[in-house]
């Protein structure tokens, strides 16, 4: 069984960290109601193209398990009254002062039901930019992830929206940490993940580094800023990524390679002189590597035990069932047709909800006759 079963997931959130959090939910069991605004709805129903039976590929990427309905929450408070009280968690991305004055802050809604979990996502903590929206892109920038994230003098975001997709597994993680502390307690509790947190803490290794330094670290594009050789290199045809981790594994790299005499280079003997020489290193290695085609050297170096792969296109990627085999669950929408799409990468999920994401206020009576209300 899964864990969520039997619990109700009320979701006011839009764009993409609440939606996706939501939505993982849904997959790990909890029956997910989207609240949209009547007439527009959420904006990723707009963000195209590409769009596929009046539907947008981001609309549909992180709203799949979900029933959907419209409520103005001027004056649909009683529907939304009930919703909140028969709900188990309430997901929310408004700005902090938006929900307050919409009357959505915890405070104001644990008094309509002491045991919910309200899970808020947020651009910015408490403190001088508080009430500014959170946008990824900007994030990105102020988050430090652009000053690892390119190479040299030129930064650049990663390819998709990652602080909302780390925000969403910090307001996943969250909500299952409230709902464990309600089964002893009997009492919902407020969880929040903010986009500069989670970007911030996704430095990890880099941050820790900066804070005992205060060094800045550089931006080395494919490269690991710790080990050497950890980075992608050319070949004859395609990029291969070589990570090597400990010395013996560089040992055995320079055999593989033919080039035995670059392991007993003292310039290169340990892992500190490899980062010390990564330059004079990562030269010598790409004349190597430029010498044969990638599919030849990824063969050779994985059966010698160095860990080497292809860079992949998403073709490559999602046409090998041994990277996404688990992952992917197939929808029939009335509009769009059967098409494949993505899971929650958590054992628990499996296999994901089938259920296709709502239309524009497609479930709003029905949901409305449950509670008692004609729509």
Request: with cysteine; charged share 20%.
């Amino acid at each position: 069984m899964k864990p969520l079963r039997g619990m109700r997931v009320l979701d006011l959130s839009r764009i993409l960290a609440g939606p996706l959090a939501a939505m993982w939910m849904a997959d790990l069991g909890a029956e997910v109601i989207k609240v949209e605004r009547p007439g527009s709805g959420d904006e990723t129903r707009r963000w195209g193209p590409p769009f596929v039976g009046g539907e947008s590929a981001y609309f549909l990427a992180v709203n799949r398990g979900k029933r959907g309905i419209t409520l103005d929450f001027a004056t649909d408070r009683e529907a939304l009254r009930k919703l909140i009280q028969r709900s188990d968690v309430l997901v929310h991305n408004f700005l902090p002062e938006t929900a307050a004055k919409l009357g959505l802050g915890c405070s104001d809604l644990r008094e309509l039901n002491p045991r919910l979990v309200y899970t808020a996502v947020a651009g910015f903590p408490p403190g001088p930019y508080r009430d500014e929206p959170g946008f990824d892109a900007l994030i990105q920038a102020l988050g430090g992830l652009m000053a690892i994230t390119g190479e040299g003098d030129r930064p650049v975001k990663v390819g998709v929206a990652i602080v909302d997709v780390l925000a969403a597994w910090a307001a996943l993680a969250g909500t299952l940490g409230a709902l464990l502390a309600r089964e002893r307690t009997g009492k919902g509790s407020e969880v929040e993940a903010t986009l500069a947190e989670c970007s911030a803490s996704a430095l990890a290794n880099v941050a820790q580094a900066f804070l005992l330094t205060g060094q800045e670290p550089s931006r080395l594009g494919t490269a690991h800023p710790h080990i050497v050789p950890y980075q992608a290199f050319p070949t004859q045809r395609g990029l291969i990524m070589v990570a090597v981790g400990t010395d013996a594994q560089f040992q055995t790299l320079c055999h593989a390679l033919g080039r035995p005499e670059i392991a007993s280079d003292p310039r290169f003997a340990t892992n500190p002189d490899r980062v010390r020489n990564r330059e004079v290193l990562v030269e010598i290695l790409t004349e190597v590597f430029r010498g044969r085609g990638g599919e030849e050297w990824v063969g050779e170096l994985k059966e010698a035990g160095i860990p080497a792969g292809r860079v992949n296109t998403l073709s490559d990627l999602f046409g090998d069932p041994g990277l996404v085999g688990r992952l992917l669950v197939e929808v029939d929408h009335p509009t769009v047709g059967r098409y494949t799409s993505v899971g929650c990468p958590m054992s628990a999920a499996w296999p994901p909800s089938p259920l296709p994401p709502p239309r524009l206020g497609e479930h709003t009576a029905e949901v409305l006759r449950g509670l008692g209300i004609r729509s």
